[in-house]
């Protein structure tokens, strides 16, 4: 069985220009996602792209490479579909385990990362393990563009916040999952799953320039 690293980085980006290369203290966010994946059970690592100088860090920081095809490297393109490009290419098997790992979760422990795979390995029923952060929250969802509604709970009959269902919301920090028999079919959530809770900093998700400074200011 192998238990691979696998870190999608894409050339482009809407909210911060060349995001995956930006710097935190030095160090571009690609290349701390490699360290933590060097350091975590992965015995592989690998950076999927389209983009020349991101598989140039890639390889400066030591990890294997994966030319990614222009037609997933869009804003359009499923992260299933560079799984699946990235378990053909790398001749993943039933079985084996791959840990998906964004760039964009710079804060992530390793031993978060090591307690995803232990779950997803100490337990043959699990197919899927992530990192999650939980809550107790009056959740509401909008219905259209002035009006919001509840969700999970009444506004007119409101329990104590304690009492509330658990819920969470995925982190996107990691995602360690089972190849199954058809490697055309991956999916990095695939049922059943289980998940790993993280912390509000390991939570933090790398998307404005607000999101950078404020991982830059976290002393690791």
């Not at 690293?5 to 160090?27: C, D, M, T, W, Y």
């Not at 422990?109 to 009056?138: D, G, M, P, W, Y």
């Not at 007119?156 to 190849?179: D, P, V």
Request: glycine content about 6%; some cysteine.
């Amino acid at each position: 069985m192998r238990i691979v690293g696998l870190i999608p980085a894409r050339g482009g980006s809407k909210g911060i220009p060349r995001k995956n290369l930006q710097e935190i203290n030095g160090v571009p966010l690609v290349g701390h996602k490699i360290l933590q994946a060097q350091q975590s059970y992965c015995s592989e690592v690998w950076v999927s792209s389209e983009d020349l100088e991101i598989l140039e860090t890639a390889r400066f920081f030591e990890a294997g490479t994966i030319m990614r095809p222009v037609e997933i490297a869009t804003d359009e393109a499923s992260t299933d579909s560079v799984i699946v490009h990235a378990v053909n290419f790398l001749r993943l098997v039933e079985q084996d385990i791959l840990v998906l790992l964004q760039p964009t979760s710079p804060l992530i422990k390793v031993e978060t990362i090591n307690q995803c795979i232990n779950k997803l390995t100490k337990h043959a029923s699990l197919s899927s393990v992530f990192t999650v952060r939980e809550a107790h929250t009056f959740s509401w969802v909008q219905t259209d563009g002035l009006y919001w509604e509840p969700y999970g709970h009444d506004r007119y009959n409101r329990k104590r916040r304690q009492e509330l269902s658990k819920s969470a919301w995925e982190t996107g920090g990691c995602y360690a999952f089972r190849i199954g028999n058809n490697p055309e079919q991956v999916s990095y959530h695939q049922s059943p799953s289980s998940v790993i809770a993280v912390t509000h900093l390991e939570a933090l998700d790398i998307d404005t320039l607000d999101d950078l400074k404020d991982a830059s200011n976290v002393k690791q």
